[in-house]
């Protein structure tokens, strides 16, 4: 009797991971997924699924690609591991600060560990040929197969039939007559493949990094000039996907709510740091980032009322309240 094989499915939360991880279980073979937060992507990783979940929308990810295929997902929290890739990317970064190429190595190889610890024979991507200009392109293929220590136990079932076979493959445990010769950046193949499986919803595109939009790229930027260094905690990056920001010197941030879904995110940080908001009137929560001069105090209060309900017309009181406890309050 013949072992079943067990493979390992990188799980981004788009499509084309979905069908990577159904073509192998039409195969017959046992499949789980793993999927990596790091802060900029992952299951869960930001606001947009607080607001999706407000607005009682459905928040499609590797969680709803897990349940769709009725397989385990092992999500792994690498903050910590990932901000040497973030910060000093060895292949550099893409149009914005995302460092792709290093980033797919750092992933494969985190689930190649994963996957000798726990038995599993090989991994599975949805990567598709030539689809993302900088980690999809042919000659960085192989590359993330060497570097990441994968070599041929990484398995492309979308494009396999355009690449050399791997082990997988040659041994028979995968049929490579029924995987695909998908390229390109075009998703109708896709989308057909997953009418042809019966999905009636499908995911979007999995390009959901923070580090690909340039708003928050812009912000990053500005963040580690401010600081100096290229170093962050997982709350800085938290923060920088949400409300206004608006650097009022070198040493000297505040962070605007925007809506009543950013204020309560902004809710979660607030202990962290100095905040105001209005005593009397409808307004955001702002939180400090920075060293509080006497003369910021007048500042701020005057943007806490600027982005208030009377937008600043008439006389408000700001109330700023520090981590240890004491208030202080500035009329405007």
């Not at 009682?56 to 969680?63: D, F, K, L, W």
């Amino acid at each position: 009797m013949h072992k079943k094989r067990k493979a390992l499915a990188l799980i981004s939360g788009g499509l084309d991971s979905l069908l990577a991880a159904k073509v192998m279980l039409e195969q017959g073979l046992v499949v789980e997924g793993i999927n990596f937060y790091s802060g900029f992507f992952g299951e869960g990783s930001g606001v947009t699924s607080a607001r999706k979940q407000r607005k009682n929308q459905s928040s499609q990810g590797a969680a709803w690609i897990a349940h769709e295929l009725n397989i385990p997902l092992h999500v792994i929290d690498v903050v910590e591991a990932f901000k040497p890739i973030v910060a000093h990317p060895r292949h550099g970064y893409g149009s914005q600060l995302n460092p792709c190429l290093d980033c797919k190595i750092f992933i494969v190889n985190h689930a190649l560990a994963f996957a000798r610890e726990n038995g599993f024979d090989f991994l599975v991507s949805g990567e598709v040929l030539g689809q993302r200009p900088m980690s999809q392109l042919k000659r960085h293929l192989p590359m993330v197969q060497k570097q990441s220590g994968a070599e041929d136990l990484l398995l492309r079932p979308l494009s396999a039939k355009c690449l050399p076979p791997t082990l997988p493959e040659r041994e028979g445990w995968v049929d490579r007559e029924k995987l695909y010769d998908f390229t390109g950046r075009g998703r109708r193949p896709q989308i057909a493949l997953a009418q042809q499986f019966g999905f009636k919803t499908f995911p979007q595109p999995a390009g959901g990094c923070w580090l690909t939009e340039e708003v928050f790229a812009e912000r990053l930027r500005d963040f580690w000039q401010a600081r100096g260094d290229h170093g962050y905690q997982e709350r800085d990056i938290q923060l920088l996907k949400v409300a206004r920001h608006i650097r009022l010197k070198p040493g000297l941030k505040v962070i605007i709510g925007r809506d009543e879904v950013d204020n309560e995110y902004l809710e979660r940080y607030k202990n962290h740091f100095i905040y105001a908001q209005c005593v009397d009137e409808l307004g955001p929560l702002v939180l400090i980032d920075g060293v509080m001069q006497e003369e910021d105090f007048q500042t701020v209060a005057n943007l806490v009322a600027r982005y208030s309900r009377s937008k600043g017309e008439k006389s408000l009181s700001i109330q700023f309240q520090f981590p240890d406890g004491m208030r202080r309050e500035v009329m405007t």
